[in-house]
């Protein structure tokens, strides 16, 4: 693969365009900590690793870093290869002693990936030109021989994947309030990147990483594209992502717009207020696809309690149930056009999440809030939960 990948370097170069300059949007997006690349068009592999300030690493400290690629310090495996946690000086980066430091999480390709390269080239270009709260912030990278790793902050709580899907008493699941949280914090990345024209892609909820106060930051930025340029509506594209989460016209004509990403988004907010996989063979038949199960309910005030997650009994009020289940509804319209903005979509969680917190405040000292009624919950527990342990979806190459 080392051979393979230094004869194909350049004819593997995304030759992205890079993010483009544009003032960011309102709220977080215009703090500070946010910033937007200065136009970077048809960078060269070369210019992207030169130009990033990022830290080269050797591929000798990061196996220090994570002692050897230990086992047990694998975090997790996706599609590009295993994730380790490792442990670094905070200013210079050399690998520390484990517990003393910085820690982080070391992506180590797999020798057998195809698509390999031009991912990680995509993720270091992306990457080390955003730089917002809601993405996760790429420490370096690593391009010796055939090795091609990538370091990142560590996200103590891991992805929401596994907060929503995962069983055991480490994984308890997500409160009401905490899923708006993570919602609204995934939205305003996806709101940046779109502000930014970047099209990222993968949207699902192993990509939507936690912090340690469940802040959302997007993570894995391998099938990013750049938005269209001028008059064009869309780019063209191998059709790419992760089966369930691809919009339909996407898949369709391989056809990519920013409408795509928000079809994605509908899917993991959908599927943070059913608490079902997206794809799950393991339901009853009519049940294995969450969007063409659920869609019938989200847009009914009366229904929408059928699809709601039912260990969340008595957190959440008719309304909001509603309000966000009709959000979701909108993103996965089949008309990508009738498909609200990021910025809408940022807007409404945040209307939620405001008077939510000003309900709450204020049942404390007035009683108890408004909550579903009971035999509401009763038919929302009906039926709906079954011990889950479908296989994960990853990203591949989408055949229509
Ligand atoms: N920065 C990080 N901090 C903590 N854990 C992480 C970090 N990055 C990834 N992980 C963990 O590693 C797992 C694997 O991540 P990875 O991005 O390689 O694959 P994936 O997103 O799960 O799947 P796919 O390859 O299909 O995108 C994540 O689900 C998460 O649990
Ligand atoms: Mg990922």
Not at 107 to 112: D, F, I, N, P
Not at 113 to 127: I, M, T
Not at 279 to 306: C, I, Q, T
Request: proline share 5%.
């Amino acid at each position: 693969m080392g051979a393979c990948f230094s004869a194909r370097i350049k004819a593997d170069s995304p030759c992205h365009t890079g993010a483009t300059t544009k003032s960011v949007n309102a709220g977080e997006m215009s703090s500070s900590s946010s910033s937007v690349a200065p136009p970077t068009p048809g960078r060269s592999e070369g210019e992207i690793l030169q130009s990033s300030n990022l830290k080269s690493f050797a591929y000798s400290d990061l196996k220090i870093a994570t002692r050897n690629f230990r086992p047990d310090s694998v975090l997790g495996e996706g599609g590009f290869g295993s994730v380790f946690k490792g442990w670094v000086d905070e200013t210079s980066f050399s690998p520390t002693r484990p517990g003393t430091g910085m820690v982080i999480a070391v992506k180590k390709l797999k020798l057998e990936s195809f698509q390999g390269h031009r991912e990680w080239l995509a993720e270091v270009n992306y990457l080390g030109l955003l730089h917002h709260p809601h993405l996760v912030r790429l420490v370096g990278y690593c391009l010796e021989d055939e090795h091609r790793l990538l370091a990142y902050e560590f996200m103590p709580r891991g992805s929401l994947e596994n907060h929503l899907f995962r069983r055991g008493s480490y994984f308890q699941p997500l409160s009401w309030s905490l899923r708006l949280k993570v919602a609204l914090g995934a939205a305003k990345g996806l709101a940046f990147l779109h502000s930014s024209r970047v099209i990222y892609r993968d949207f699902k909820a192993s990509n939507v990483l936690l912090d340690s106060k469940y802040n959302a930051k997007l993570s894995d930025f391998g099938l990013a594209k750049d938005g269209p340029m001028g008059d064009k509506s869309h780019v063209s594209t191998r059709i790419m992502g992760t089966r369930g989460y691809a919009a339909p016209e996407y898949l369709a004509t391989g056809h990519l717009t920013s409408k795509s990403d928000i079809y994605s988004f509908g899917v993991v907010l959908l599927e943070m207020l059913s608490g079902r996989r997206v794809v799950d063979k393991n339901r009853p038949p009519g049940e294995h696809n969450l969007v063409e199960w659920a869609k019938p309910y989200l847009a009914s005030k009366k229904k929408v309690f059928r699809a709601m997650d039912s260990r969340l009994e008595g957190q959440y009020t008719m309304e909001e149930s509603h309000k966000v289940a009709s959000l979701a509804s909108r993103c996965l319209s089949m008309d990508a056009n009738c498909r609200p903005s990021m910025d809408e979509v940022v807007m409404h969680l945040e209307e939620t999440r405001n008077s939510k917190e000003y309900e709450d405040g204020h049942n404390k000292s007035a009683g108890a809030r408004h909550r579903m009624p009971r035999r509401v919950v009763d038919d929302a527990k009906h039926g709906s939960r079954l011990p889950l342990s479908y296989p994960r979806p990853s990203a591949s190459p989408l055949c229509t």
